[in-house]
C-alpha cells in the first residue's frame, strides 16, 4: 500500500481532541471490531481508534479485514492491512468470502457476504460493537439513492449512527465528517492506504450517484446539507415510529384472559386493532401502526420495504371505515379483515396469497 505525497492544506486532519468526541458513544463498550478495507476511509478510522483506545478504561480493539476475492491483489490488501494492525498494537482477522461469485449485483451480494462475516467475528469475540467508516459522503449518496428507489420516511433517515444488525450492534461514529477530511487524516499520520478501482467503476450504482455529487454541491445540494436532512428526517421517523408503537398497544382489543395477539384455531397469529379510531391520526401515523401491526404477526417480505403497498391497503382500509363498511384485503403474507364497527382484524394468511387484493365481498 502507499500513501497520497501530500494533502491538501485546506483539508483539516481529525485531531485528538475531536476523536475523542466522535468515539464518546463507544466509551462503555466492552470491546470493539473495527472493519479495515485498506481505503483511506477505513484505515484514518483504524489509526484515530487505536490512539484513543490505548486510553485505560477504553474498550478492548479487534480488527477484520473481508477479502472478497474479487480481484487478485485483494489478498495481499489483506495482508497490508493486518501490518498495519500489528505496527499499531490491534488484533487482526482476515475474513474469506469463500464460494463462487455472483456475475450479477456483484456490490451488493458482496456487501451482504461482508457484513454476515463481520458479524459473525463480532459474535466470535463475545459481542463486539462493529464499526464502520462511513462518512458524511456516504450518507448523502445513500439518501440519493433511496430517495431514486422511492423510500418513505424511515428509508431517507438513510444509515443511523448507532442501530442494531442483527444480533450485534453497528456503530457509525464518522457519519457528520466529510471523506476528504479522513483522506488527511490518514495523510497526516503517515497511514499507507490502497484504491479500490471499482470505486471509479460506473457500472455500480453508488459510484453513478458519486459522480453526480460535484453537479449538486455547486446547485446547492452539498453532501453536508443532504446529510443534515437525513439527520432531521430521522428526527422526525424516531417522532412518529414512537407514536406509532404507543398507539399500537393503546388500540390493541385484549380480552380479559387473553393478550392482544391472539392463537386463533388454525394457529396462526392474530391482532384485533381499533381501526377506526386511526381516522383521527395523520395518515403516516396510521401507516405506521398497521406495519407494526404486521411485523408483530409475522408478516413477510419486510412491510416498510413495501411502502407503495402498504399506503395502497391502509387508504383502502380508511375508506371503508369512514363508510362503516367490511372489507378485506391481503398484504405481507397477511390477511386484513375490517368490520363494519371499524375493528380490524390481522392474521396470518395461507401459503399461496400474496400482495394487496381487491376488496372481497
Partial sequence: MSAVAQS???DLPIGCREAADLFAGLSAEARLLVAVSGGPDSVALLGLLAEWAREAGRPAL????VDHGLRAASAAEAEDVAALCAQLGVRHRILLWDGAKPATGVQER?????YALLVE?????GGAVLVTAHTQDDQAETMLMRMARGSGPSGLAAMRERVPKGPIVLARPLLSIPKVRLLATAQARALPFVTDPSNGDLRFERVRWRALMPGLAQEGLSAERLALLAKRIARLDEAAAQRAKVLLQELSL???SLPALLLPVDDAPMLRLRFRALLSEPEEIGLRVVALALEQIGGEGGVANRLERLE???EALRDAAREALATRRTLSGCVLSLAADGVLTLRREGPRRRGV?????
Avoid: G, K, M, Y
Wanted: some cysteine; overall charge positive; glycine content about 0%.
Fill in 121 to 125: 467475528e463480532a459474535q466470535r469475540l
Fill in 62 to 65: 479487534h480488527a477484520a479485514t
Fill in 8 to 10: 491538501d492544506p485546506a
Fill in 357 to 361: 387484493h381487491p376488496a372481497i365481498s
Fill in 254 to 256: 385484549q380480552e380479559p
Fill in 312 to 314: 395502497a391497503c391502509v
Fill in 110 to 114: 458482496a456487501r451482504r457476504a461482508r
